[in-house]
Nanobody, 113 residues
Framework: QVQLEESGGGLVQAGGSLRLSCALSVNIRYPMGWYRQAPGKQRELVAV???????KYVDSVKDRFIISRDKVNRTVALQATSLKPEDTGVYYC?????????WGQGTQVTVSS
């Protein structure tokens, strides 16, 4: 059974950094992504890492966030820097495209101005 567990969120001032981590119960041979759900908005994909290692980002986080994957330790990380209040939300990891059965509890990121 696949389980994804996110951690690393918190409260940070604008301009600060956080490192989010997603622990996978098993290795998943799919592209992996980080999704964000801001208050009152739909969940959106903000970063994806493909099997090839290629990475893509939504424009709003480009040059500030870096997604990485460690197959040995079965983790997917998101290094978020230069955080802005609009980055506030619950962050989730999942496959790309997402699998409804894999959603975890997410990790809350709150950026104060």
């Amino acid at each position: 059974q696949v389980q994804l567990e996110e951690s690393g969120g918190g409260l940070v001032q604008a301009g600060g950094s956080l490192r989010l981590s997603c622990a996978l119960s098993v290795n998943i041979r799919y592209p992996m992504g980080w999704y964000r759900q801001a208050p009152g908005k739909q969940r959106e994909l903000v970063a994806v890492i493909f099997i090839s290692g290629e990475r893509k980002y939504v424009d709003s986080v480009k040059d500030r966030f870096i997604i990485s994957r460690d197959k040995v330790n079965r983790t997917v990380a998101l290094q978020a820097t230069s955080l802005k209040p609009e980055d506030t939300g619950v962050y989730y990891c999942n496959t790309v495209p997402s699998n409804e059965n894999y959603w975890g509890q997410g990790t809350q990121v709150t950026v104060s101005s």
